[in-house]
């Protein structure tokens, strides 16, 4: 007798964690996956020196910041980018970084091309916090980076 009431809670526990591993199967995390990192280097940022491009647009999404630029060129596949921050964080509320965005373009032809390119904002998030508002040189409003 003893023995069928433990089968019994076994079986109905083994039941329940079977549904249950069901359950969080169906959840799957939310990964994203950019382009490139973001870095973070004060001298890198005061010292930066980009090739000329338009900024056609700027978004976050999650944790990516994707942005569209043209600029002249070949066909623009050998061209190169970085998202740089300064490291300062301004001490307000929300807290607020600062950007720059490097193209490095070597081709010397006249056409125009776009291109998109996602980066990391991971690392520029504040423990204790969860939104900074980002100040990306060339862009006249905000961007507000909610994690």
Not at 26 to 44: A, M, R
Not at 54 to 83: M, P, Q, R
Request: glycine share 4%.
């Amino acid at each position: 007798m003893m023995l069928r009431k433990i089968l019994l809670v076994v079986s109905i526990m083994c039941s329940f964690l079977s549904i249950q591993c069901k359950e969080d199967d169906d959840i799957k995390p939310t990964i994203d996956i950019c382009d490139q990192k973001t870095v973070i280097n004060k001298n890198i940022y005061n010292n930066l020196v980009s090739a000329d491009f338009n900024l056609v647009s700027a978004e976050i999404t999650n944790n990516c910041l994707t942005i569209e630029i043209s600029a002249s060129g070949c066909d623009g596949n050998s061209w190169e980018f970085n998202l740089v921050d300064s490291g300062a964080v301004a001490e307000s509320s929300p807290e607020q970084r600062y950007l720059k965005f490097q193209l490095i373009n070597q081709e010397a032809c006249l056409a125009v091309f776009k291109k998109t390119i996602s980066f990391d904002l991971a690392p520029l998030q504040i423990n204790g916090s969860n939104e900074i508002i980002l100040h990306f040189e060339g862009l006249e409003s905000l961007l507000r980076y909610k994690y």
